[in-house]
Structure formats: C-alpha cells, structure tokens
C-alpha cells in the first residue's frame, strides 16, 4: 500500500484543487456538452448574457477562492503584496490577445484539449509553458 505524504499544507491544497478543476471540467462536458475553456465562457458570457450555464460557471469560479477561505483558513507569513495594477491589466491584456490568437486558453487546451488528444493543444500547452518558463528564467515579473 502506498502512502501519499505532502510535503507542504500546499500540495494539499493543489491536489484538491486540481481534483475540483477536472470534476468541474468532466461535469461540464457530460451536462451540457461544451469544453471548460474560461476565455470562451467568459467571452460568449460577456456577449450575450443569456447563457446561464455560462454564468453559474464563472460565479462559482469566483466564489471558490472565499469559500476555500472559510473551509482551510490561510495562515499568511510574512507581508502580502501590493498589487501593481499597471502590470495586472497589461498582463491581462495580452492574456486576452493570446486566447484569441490560440484559439483558447489554458484551461481549454490545457485540461480539455489535453485530455482529447488534440494536436492543437498540445502545441498551444508546449508554446504556452515554455515561454511561462523563458519569462521566469528570465525574471520578469518578479519583485523583490
């Protein structure tokens, strides 16, 4: 018998986090046919309004951060940081321009395509991670 140890109270946290993102996923394809990608629901959200599937789905991608909060209360050491909103609608900016230019985001390729097998995705995942990793062998983005 194996026995799983954790090494950090966050890898707890990952391992939950990633079992809710799949059953979330699985749940949303086998109820209503359609793919988790976020950029898509959020975007056919945005521009109709109507689909409540849709927007069920965003609130409680919302609502998932406080209601962690209340079930495993965070104990921060040290200083929280402050946000730089600058960077934070720049990044969100160009997240936006490489969902449409990927025809999807990484939640989409990433969890979905993945899981498909689709060629596409595994190229739009490879690209996406390795410039994630050029970005921070290169240290852009990080403060001290």
């Not at 018998?1 to 394809?29: K, R």
């Not at 689709?118 to 290169?138: E, K, N, Y």
């Amino acid at each position: 018998m194996t026995t799983i140890v954790f090494s950090t109270p966050d890898a707890a946290a990952s391992l939950a986090g990633g079992l809710l993102i799949g059953a979330s996923a699985s749940l949303l394809l086998l109820g209503s046919g359609r793919i988790a990608g976020i950029s898509g629901i959020f975007g056919n959200a945005l521009s109709t309004g109507r689909d409540r599937v849709r927007v069920v789905f965003l609130l409680a991608l919302l609502a998932t951060p406080w209601l962690w909060r209340l079930a495993q209360p965070l104990e921060l050491g040290g200083a929280l940081a402050t946000p730089q909103w600058g960077a934070l609608i720049g990044a969100g900016l160009l997240v936006g321009v490489g969902t449409q230019l990927g025809n999807g985001c990484t939640s989409g390729h990433g969890v979905c395509g993945l899981a498909n097998f689709s060629l596409r995705s595994l190229v739009a995942v490879l690209t996406f991670m390795g410039v994630a990793m050029i970005t921070v062998a290169l240290g852009f983005g990080v403060t001290s």
